[in-house]
């Protein structure tokens, strides 16, 4: 076998498949003088670097847990007039977390305020900044069977420490009072240390009767408006977009 047979099996052999797919365009390189060999290492190990970097955002974004992959470029925001384009997109600078600041998407169902948590939180991913995502009902009912497990400290410490937590779709199932008060631990715990983004259908004044008690869902809201930004959408549902595109054509 020559070395070179040898060189490409140690290339697989590493996993440097940069490097194994672009080996034979820099030997040519080399050979017709026109790279000198330190270049070629250096071209052929940035592809190495670049590809790592690239595995390393996509694991980040996958441990996340989001719904679905959607970012900023994929919102069409000629569809909700009500949104300040600019104000969102300046989230896609992560100045708030920096700050530890929240946002909280506020609106009817199907307007978007998943898909914009979503590429907030991608971008916050990217920058292996930990990220998670999770249904405001699964969350409750996880922080529920931790504390029948007498593990609710570490899951609270767990999720408290995370850079940027997603909490989606706070309203559209009704919070007893153990979920509430379970809630609130946590927010208790982010508040000032790290930041937080809420999607609810419910404005703020609907709270008391979400979470059934008015103290509760009070402490939670303070916690959570102060240092926040608060995005109100009023809008018609994506879900409904072909069909309203479809009559007024027909129109």
Request: proline share 2%.
């Amino acid at each position: 076998m020559s070395n070179y047979n040898k060189l490409i099996n140690n290339l697989e052999t590493l996993k440097l498949l940069k490097i194994k797919n672009n080996i034979d365009k820099y030997i040519d390189l080399v050979n017709d003088h026109k790279k000198d060999l330190v270049d070629c290492l250096y071209e052929l190990t940035e592809y190495e670097i670049l590809n790592l970097e690239e595995k390393r955002k996509l694991h980040s974004i996958q441990f996340a847990g989001f719904p679905y992959i959607k970012t900023f470029e994929d919102f069409d925001f000629s569809f909700q007039p009500s949104i300040n384009k600019q104000e969102i997109l300046d989230f896609k600078n992560l100045r708030f977390i920096e700050n530890k600041e929240n946002i909280l998407f506020v609106g009817s169902p199907g307007v978007g305020k998943t898909h914009l948590a979503t590429a907030i939180g991608i971008e916050n991913a990217k920058t292996y900044k930990s990220t998670y995502f999770m249904n405001c009902n699964d969350l409750i009912e996880s922080l529920k069977k931790a504390y029948s497990q007498n593990r609710l400290n570490d899951k609270l410490r767990t999720l408290s420490k995370y850079k940027l937590l997603i909490i989606d779709e706070v309203g559209y199932l009704p919070i007893d009072v153990e979920g509430a008060n379970l809630l609130f631990q946590l927010i208790n715990r982010r508040y000032e240390k790290n930041s937080t983004i809420i999607t609810t259908n419910k404005p703020f004044s609907k709270w008391g009767e979400l979470f059934g008690d008015n103290t509760i869902a009070n402490a939670i809201l303070d916690r959570l408006i102060h240092h926040s930004h608060v995005i109100n959408i009023n809008g018609r549902s994506y879900r409904m977009k072909d069909v309203l595109i479809e009559t007024d054509k027909k129109d």
